[in-house]
């Protein structure tokens, strides 16, 4: 028998020694020093970025740069870590990974049991996971709420479960926290529910029994009594105290108090507001029975609205033509290019649309969508069809959807829209007719409750159209003074027909000749007098104590509102930006805000925005852009990238183009064939408005004086010099280089703004003339010597 040697205990020791690492009570205490301020940086990094990362959102990724200008709390540091969490990463949710290493750091610090931090990680981790993705629900009110990988994980789980299986997904997630972490059962929240109503009930009781003790004591008569020799000085004194009137009667010192009735009290305040109430009724119930209510037709009240027969149909008839061969083809294709791919099919059937067809299947039991849905690219090959999409599954139908092409598409006429029931019964503020959906059916939807609209596509798809059917519904329902158009077309030539309306439809800025904006300082004077316009209306609706444009003209219409105290009638404005890209390119900072700002607030005092794009990227289509809108309509674009740009889904890219589009208010998409309305269609439509009784002029906005200064000429004025003039020049001293792009970067501005600096700077002598391609040379060496110039200058004029 073999004997097994033991180690030795040197051996065991010297290995014991090996796997055992401990810190020693000097370095506990640095690295928990370490960490806990390297904490304390991460949640100052992270709460500064939320309010600063617009700010800086140029500068990320440019660490190697130190002379880098920032409004984070920590300088470049700040943002780009607050950038790589907080946007990159989990969003509001990333605070759990600063405060988690302040507490390893506290832990270390004061040598703590680090046995419950695995713990404090594990969950900490799981938490912050969870809040990211639940913040992803609502991308249109932050989108730093939830960060990149927060609303992609959403995102996916969306794609795979649908709202509500991600919904029950996150719910199921939250009871596994609280019954695991914080050992929540039913009978703790029962518990916690019965004395909560039990605190609430005898309060309640408490109450009342205070309440109704004093209405007692206030409902008994005043006992006064005072002796025979007091003077009146004392009673008047002894009396003073007491709200109510009383008498008071002397008696002698030994008699019984007697019990005198005090009179009633009334609160002469509260009932001369109740008066003035009923005599401010009153007085407009009579105005509205002698005069009727206020009409804002009144002073065009002979306009007629443009006929139907002003637009063209393109349908030889009013159905769609049904190839019966080809809709037995395709059935035929679809089912067996899926019998290929063993996926077998229960049912199909066809609704055909004006330029697409809708095949709806039931697979059989088993059968997963997924399967289906990987087979978009197969299905097209076997139809020779492009622009297949399929819709897996079609909300509401428990049915999967194959969008087919027509082989022969029908045109859809603004005309057989307008004059369709569904429009001209149409009960809304802002109805506008888009065309027909893929069950024929018209679609129409309300600009005032969209409440913007943002529209994207590849040139030549339909944008174009798409305005023009916009505003065709809107002057074929609204009357002049109740809706007033504010028209940027940057192409000069995309809207120049509706010139002709000026004075009926559209809104400008007062001393401006022509009412549809091409300047892009005209763009942004006019975005910003719009601002202005929308305070105005804010303070309006606050004094006349409503809530929405729609109840301030009820109350306004029955003359419940006084004019001479500023009230008017408010029509609806309606603001239409074509090319919305070639704004950003020139304009930048200066365009954006304001129209942010408008897409935040305007909405409940009636000016609603339009935007339109041919270019999607994420530098046109910023965050702060589609966080607002809502509503969008993507035309054909050339890749799923656009595509999500614009819908936050794929789609747009499968389309066949020539008005075929996608419509999504936040929920399902649905595919519209936009109405067609032609150039010659819009020329008869304003001229037979533009012909008619107009206003005297346009609706004039409120005049806005710009921050910016003098104009393109090197006149060294010093009072029109733009209010940025100083800190400019103060930049490209410390640079030593003078370009305009700088100003644009440093100071944030648009290119025509830093170019005027730039030349009033060149007035100055503080930079040289225009050298091509090269940065104009600095003739100011240092900051001093800028100073004494500038002072110099001063001094001069």
């Known amino acids: 028998m073999v004997k097994k040697n033991k180690p030795s205990t040197k051996t065991t020791t010297k290995s014991r020694e090996k796997i055992n690492f401990t810190l020693s009570k000097q370095q506990n205490i640095i690295w928990g020093g370490f960490l806990f301020l390297l904490g304390i940086a991460l949640i100052l990094s992270f709460v500064s970025y939320f309010f600063s990362w617009q700010a800086d959102q140029s500068i990320v990724g440019e660490l190697a740069t130190r002379k880098l200008e920032t409004k984070n709390w920590l300088n ?16 509001i949710a990333s605070l759990i990974i600063a405060f988690l290493i302040t507490l390893t750091g506290a832990f270390y610090f004061l040598s703590y049991n680090k046995t419950k931090l695995l713990k404090f990680w594990f969950w900490g981790s799981l938490v912050m996971i969870w809040i990211s993705i639940f913040f992803g629900f609502f991308p249109t009110v932050n989108p730093l709420f939830s960060g990149v990988i927060g609303f992609e994980i959403n995102d996916l789980l969306q794609d795979y479960l649908g709202l509500i299986g991600a919904v029950l997904v996150m719910t199921f997630l939250l009871i596994v926290y609280l019954v695991l972490r914080l050992k929540l059962t039913p009978e703790h929240i029962a518990s916690a529910f019965k004395s909560t109503k039990k605190e609430i009930a005898d309060d309640f009781t408490s109450e009342n029994n205070h309440t109704n003790t004093s209405e007692t004591l206030s409902e008994k008569p005043l006992n006064v009594s005072v002796p025979l020799d007091t003077t009146s000085e004392e009673i008047e004194l002894a009396t003073s105290v007491i709200e109510k009137p009383e ?3 002397k008696t002698p010192k030994e008699d019984i108090p007697l019990i005198i009735e005090s009179e009633e009290s009334i609160d002469i305040e509260v009932e001369k507001v109740v008066e003035e109430k009923e005599i401010s009724k009153n007085l407009s119930d009579k105005l509205v029975e002698n005069f009727g209510e206020f009409d804002p037709k009144l002073e065009l009240s002979k306009y007629k609205f443009p006929t139907i027969e002003l637009l063209k149909d393109y349908s030889t008839n009013t ?9 037995e083809e395709n059935k035929n294709k679809i089912v067996k290019t899926l019998n290929n791919y063993k996926i077998g099919i229960a049912s199909i059937k066809a609704t055909v649309g004006p330029t697409v067809t809708l095949y709806e299947i039931v697979p059989e039991a088993g059968i997963r969508i997924s399967k289906i849905k990987n087979l978009e690219d197969d299905i097209a090959l076997s139809l020779s069809a492009l622009g297949i999409r399929i819709i897996a599954p079609i909300p509401g139908r428990g049915t999967i959807g194959i969008e087919v092409p027509n082989k022969n598409p029908s045109i859809v006429s603004m005309r057989s829209v307008i004059a369709s ?20 059916e018209t679609f129409v939807v309300d600009l005032a409750k969209m409440p913007h609209l943002l529209m994207a596509g590849a040139t030549g798809q339909g944008k174009s159209v798409g305005l023009n059917a916009i505003l065709t519904s809107l002057l074929y329902k609204k009357h002049p003074a109740e809706v007033k158009f504010v028209l940027v077309d940057p192409k000069k030539v995309e809207l120049t027909l509706f010139n002709k309306i000026e004075r009926h439809f559209l809104a400008k800025l007062p001393d401006t000749e022509e009412a549809i904006i091409t300047d892009t300082n005209k763009v942004v004077n006019t975005l910003n007098s719009l601002c202005i316009e929308m305070d105005d209306r804010y303070d309006l609706l606050k004094n006349a104590y409503v809530r929405n444009i729609k109840e301030y003209n009820t109350k306004f219409k029955t003359r419940k509102l006084n004019p001479e105290e500023g009230h008017r009638f408010l029509p609806y404005i309606v603001l239409v930006i074509d090319e919305f890209a070639d704004l950003i390119m020139t304009a930048g900072k200066e365009v954006e805000m304001p129209i942010a700002r408008l897409a935040q607030l305007a909405r409940a005092i009636g000016i609603h925005l339009i935007v339109a794009t041919q270019r999607p990227s994420v530098n046109v289509i910023t965050g702060i852009i589609k966080a607002n809108f809502p509503a969008r309509i993507a035309f054909r674009v050339t890749s799923k990238i656009d595509s999500r740009t614009i819908l936050d889904s794929s789609g747009a890219d499968q389309l066949i183009g020539r008005g075929d589009m996608l419509y999504t208010q936040g929920n399902e998409l649905i ?22 009784k107009a206003y005297p002029d346009a609706y004039l906005l409120p005049e806005y004086v710009g921050e910016e200064g003098g104009g393109t000429n090197l006149d060294n004025n010093l009072s029109e010099r733009d209010k940025l003039f100083r800190e400019a020049a103060e930049v490209l001293v410390i640079a030593q280089q003078g370009s305009t792009s700088l100003l644009q970067r440093k100071l944030k501005l648009g290119y025509n703004r830093a170019g005027r600096i730039i030349d009033q700077l060149e007035a100055s002598g503080i930079v040289g003339p225009f050298e091509g391609s090269k940065a104009r040379q600095v003739l100011v060496p240092t900051l001093e010597a ?6 110099n200058e001063y001094n001069e004029d």
Do not use: W
Request: charged share 20%; hydrophobic share 40%; proline share 4%.
């Open 319 to 327: 159905g769609i033509t049904i190839n019966q061969e080809e809709l």
């Open 247 to 249: 008498n008071v009667i």
């Open 76 to 91: 470049t540091f700040g943002a780009n870590i607050g950038d790589f969490f907080v946007y990159k990463g989990f969003g």
């Open 421 to 440: 029931p569904k429009f001209q019964n149409a009960e809304m503020e802002l109805p506008i007719a888009f065309g027909k959906t893929i069950s024929n």
């Open 671 to 692: 595919r519209i064939q936009c109405a067609f309305v032609d150039t010659p269609e819009v020329a008869d439509m304003t001229d037979y408005i533009g012909s008619q």
């Open 786 to 791: 800028l100073n004494q110039h500038l002072e």
